[in-house]
């Protein structure tokens, strides 16, 4: 069904079964004297009884759908129907039966878990007689009940997750409306989040409309809706829109090339859709069911192996976008400092770290840490929410002070030289800590100015930044309306203002579509192959691939230090022949959370 279609009368028995549907529907914007159209004549239907995945890249609408299937906005036209009730005429009615999870959450974090409960049984409805048993339920499945009396505040993302899972469910709906209910949160607890919601459907019925950035996620659901620039591009299960790139993936290795290298060489050539580093080897979607050769791929004389591979929904959402020119491809930068013929990785270590910790009264957030990082290395920092990484981070920006160890960076001591060693390293926290308030431009003119850049220097790095990361359009904007993409471009500008020697990106990508982590990622490997140093936390372990090396946190301490290969070869086993990252990353820290229990008991 495209975006324009009406209503047939051979679909209206699938209409009239639906949990809800759109007919043609549109929303616009009004932001800076002109409409900013986020939905245009969208016509869908969500089965009952189903987790349904609505996919798509920044920008594609996701989110306003959601806003007006529950009843918060209303279309500009179209109509809506959820669960029988007309939304536009009957919002309050339609709040008052569905259950819908923000991005944000929606929890109050000055009040305790119980209290959130309490909050939302309230505006509910939910009789005192049955919140009881409701409560010890959804505790009970959440894994909560020990935590009813903390704030939510003090809670880690993957519990705030649960919460405002919980909380959307406290009047148990037979719809709920979970907006990327998994960024910003560890592979563990998404892998509990989802079991959490295939119960709700298979024991309770409940429909699901999900967001997510992330693709292996639509996997998991039944059916899913593809959108793009507010227009409905697709709908359908999720394998069949794999199938149809069947013949079009394979894997390329080059031995003794640099991944980093080999990929950037491979995206360029004539036939390549797609191109992403996995482990040594890079993954290829190619235009047509056609084999790339390697006189196609590189005029070098390398040895390249080519091996088909199974194609993945991932394979498939990239493939439609950019095959049918909705997404230009990026040009890599080149950081000002950069010579073509620098190489990653160098010997001289820039980031050294001895029996680091760091404490909070008497918990300790990092306890006895050590790793070296070399010139032009990308270094993966992995954990569970609340493993330490950010607490690292801040150490080594010289943001925070260590309680014991040593810390050095770019040769300068932590301990005697923070200030000095700031003006190496640049910085890119999970929030972007951009000023809202502000433009494009004035953030730029902030943050240079407050790394000492001054008269014709600060003009020229605000050309630079401007020009390398596509914002002059957006010069004007002010920061808090940018697309979250552009926030992140801004973001990672801000932070290469000064040309720092070292670059920290701490959850860089969260809540980031495919499309945008690919552009993020180009921008990083041009900048470790100038010689750059690149320190990263993420918890999207296909991002792991693109690090050297890593290491892998749980509760302040270092459990595995290696490559992506050597962290993924430690799991390999008959009945798990290729473990990803992230077979690798749970096995890890559910191995540690089995020992405690078994230890408490």
Same mark, same amino acid.
């Given at each position: 069904?495209?975006?324009?279609?009406?209503?047939?009368?051979?679909?209206?028995?699938?209409?009239?079964?639906?949990?809800?549907?759109?007919?043609?529907?549109?929303? &616009?914007?009004?932001?800076?004297?002109?409409?900013?159209?986020?939905?245009?004549?969208?016509?869908?239907?969500?089965?009952?009884?189903?987790?349904? &995945?609505?996919?798509?890249?920044?920008?594609?609408?996701?989110?306003?759908?959601?806003?007006?299937?529950?009843?918060?906005? *209303?279309?500009?036209?179209?109509?809506?129907?959820?669960?029988?009730?007309?939304?536009?005429?009957?919002?309050?009615?339609?709040?008052?039966?569905?259950?819908?999870?923000?991005?944000?959450?929606?929890?109050?974090?000055?009040?305790?878990?119980?209290?959130?409960?309490?909050?939302?049984?309230?505006?509910? $409805?939910?009789?005192?007689?049955?919140?009881?048993?409701?409560?010890?339920?959804?505790?009970?499945?959440?894994?909560?009940?020990?935590?009813?009396?903390?704030?939510?505040?003090?809670?880690?993302?993957?519990?705030?997750?649960? !919460?405002?899972?919980?909380?959307?469910?406290?009047?148990?709906?037979?719809?709920? !409306?979970?907006?990327?209910?998994?960024?910003?949160?560890?592979?563990?607890?998404?892998?509990? !989040?989802?079991?959490?919601?295939?119960?709700?459907?298979?024991?309770? &019925?409940?429909?699901?409309?999900?967001?997510?950035? #992330?693709?292996?996620?639509?996997?998991?659901?039944?059916?899913?809706?593809?959108?793009?620039?507010?227009?409905?591009?697709?709908?359908?299960?999720?394998?069949?829109?794999?199938?149809?790139?069947?013949?079009?993936?394979?894997?390329?290795?080059?031995?003794?090339?640099?991944?980093?290298?080999?990929?950037?060489?491979?995206?360029?050539? +004539?036939?390549?859709?797609? $191109?992403?580093?996995?482990?040594?080897?890079?993954?290829?979607?190619?235009?047509?069911? @056609?084999?790339?050769? +390697?006189?196609?791929?590189?005029?070098?004389?390398?040895?390249?192996?080519?091996?088909?591979?199974?194609?993945?929904?991932?394979?498939?959402?990239?493939? !439609?976008?950019?095959?049918?020119?909705?997404?230009?491809? *990026?040009?890599?930068?080149? +950081?000002?400092?950069?010579?073509?013929?620098?190489?990653?990785?160098?010997?001289?270590?820039?980031? @050294? @770290?001895?029996?680091?910790?760091?404490?909070?009264?008497?918990?300790?957030?990092?306890?006895?840490?050590?790793?070296?990082?070399?010139?032009?290395?990308?270094?993966?920092?992995?954990?569970?929410?609340?493993?330490?990484?950010?607490?690292?981070?801040?150490?080594?920006? /010289?943001?925070?002070?260590?309680?014991?160890?040593?810390?050095?960076?770019?040769?300068?001591?932590?301990?005697?030289?923070?200030?000095?060693?700031?003006?190496?390293? /640049? #910085?890119?926290?999970?929030?972007?800590?951009? #000023?809202?308030?502000?433009?494009?431009?004035?953030?730029?003119?902030?943050?240079?100015?407050?790394?000492?850049?001054?008269?014709?220097?600060?003009?020229?790095?605000?050309?630079?930044?401007?020009?390398?990361?596509?914002?002059?359009?957006?010069?004007?904007?002010?920061?808090?309306?940018?697309?979250?993409?552009?926030?992140?471009?801004?973001?990672?500008?801000?932070?290469?203002?000064?040309?720092?020697?070292?670059?920290?990106?701490?959850?860089?990508?969260?809540? @980031?579509?495919?499309?945008?982590?690919?552009?993020?990622?180009?921008?990083?490997?041009?900048? *470790?192959?100038?010689?750059?140093?690149?320190?990263?936390?993420?918890?999207?372990?296909?991002?792991?691939?693109?690090?050297?090396?890593?290491?892998?946190?749980?509760?302040?301490?270092?459990? +595995?230090? /290696?490559?992506?290969?050597?962290?993924?070869?430690?799991?390999?086993?008959?009945?798990?022949?290729?473990?990803?990252?992230?077979?690798?990353?749970?096995?890890?820290?559910?191995?540690?959370?089995?020992?405690?229990?078994?230890?408490?008991?």
């Amino acid at each position: 069904m495209d975006a324009e279609s009406k209503i047939s009368p051979a679909d209206s028995r699938k209409y009239t079964e639906a949990a809800l549907t759109l007919e043609s529907v549109s929303k &616009g914007f009004r932001a800076g004297g002109r409409t900013a159209q986020a939905l245009e004549r969208v016509s869908l239907a969500v089965k009952r009884g189903i987790v349904t &995945g609505l996919i798509g890249p920044d920008g594609a609408g996701k989110t306003t759908l959601m806003r007006l299937v529950a009843g918060l906005l *209303a279309p500009d036209e179209g109509k809506i129907v959820v669960l029988g009730i007309d939304a536009l005429s009957q919002p309050q009615h339609v709040q008052s039966i569905i259950g819908y999870m923000p991005q944000r959450f929606g929890l109050y974090e000055d009040l305790s878990v119980q209290e959130n409960l309490d909050l939302y049984a309230d505006l509910h $409805a939910v009789a005192p007689v049955d919140r009881s048993s409701r409560y010890s339920d959804l505790m009970r499945m959440t894994g909560l009940t020990p935590f009813t009396t903390r704030l939510a505040g003090r809670l880690s993302g993957g519990m705030k997750q649960k !919460l405002g899972l919980a909380c959307a469910l406290v009047g148990s709906p037979p719809l709920l !409306l979970l907006d990327e209910p998994t960024v910003g949160v560890d592979p563990v607890s998404r892998r509990e !989040l989802w079991a959490i919601i295939h119960r709700l459907v298979e024991e309770r &019925g409940a429909t699901v409309l999900l967001s997510t950035a #992330y693709l292996d996620e639509a996997e998991r659901c039944t059916e899913v809706i593809l959108m793009h620039s507010g227009k409905l591009l697709g709908q359908d299960d999720p394998a069949a829109f794999t199938r149809r790139i069947a013949g079009r993936t394979f894997q390329i290795f080059a031995p003794g090339i640099s991944k980093r290298v080999l990929q950037e060489r491979v995206s360029q050539a +004539a036939g390549v859709l797609d $191109a992403i580093i996995q482990g040594s080897r890079v993954r290829v979607v190619t235009e047509q069911p @056609v084999a790339p050769t +390697a006189a196609a791929l590189t005029t070098d004389n390398w040895e390249v192996t080519i091996t088909p591979v199974a194609p993945r929904f991932e394979d498939s959402f990239v493939s !439609l976008l950019k095959g049918a020119g909705h997404f230009a491809q *990026a040009s890599p930068i080149r +950081a000002a400092n950069a010579s073509p013929g620098a190489s990653a990785a160098t010997a001289a270590d820039v980031i @050294v @770290v001895r029996n680091l910790s760091r404490r909070f009264g008497e918990f300790y957030a990092v306890r006895d840490v050590s790793f070296t990082v070399r010139r032009g290395e990308i270094f993966g920092l992995l954990g569970a929410n609340g493993a330490g990484k950010s607490t690292t981070f801040r150490m080594l920006c /010289g943001l925070l002070p260590a309680s014991e160890g040593t810390l050095q960076v770019a040769g300068l001591d932590l301990r005697h030289a923070a200030a000095q060693a700031r003006g190496h390293v /640049g #910085y890119m926290a999970q929030k972007f800590s951009l #000023y809202g308030d502000l433009s494009v431009l004035q953030n730029l003119c902030f943050f240079s100015s407050a790394y000492g850049l001054k008269a014709r220097h600060q003009r020229e790095r605000l050309d630079w930044a401007l020009d390398e990361f596509e914002l002059r359009p957006f010069a004007d904007a002010t920061s808090r309306d940018l697309p979250l993409g552009f926030k992140q471009r801004l973001a990672l500008a801000v932070a290469l203002m000064h040309e720092p020697d070292i670059l920290f990106l701490d959850e860089p990508t969260s809540g @980031v579509d495919p499309l945008g982590r690919r552009e993020f990622w180009r921008r990083i490997n041009a900048l *470790a192959q100038s010689g750059i140093t690149v320190m990263v936390t993420t918890h999207f372990m296909e991002e792991a691939e693109y690090c050297d090396r890593l290491v892998i946190m749980a509760q302040g301490r270092i459990l +595995a230090e /290696g490559t992506s290969e050597e962290m993924r070869a430690r799991f390999r086993s008959d009945t798990l022949p290729n473990p990803t990252m992230e077979d690798a990353f749970v096995a890890l820290i559910t191995g540690v959370e089995n020992r405690q229990a078994g230890a408490a008991a």
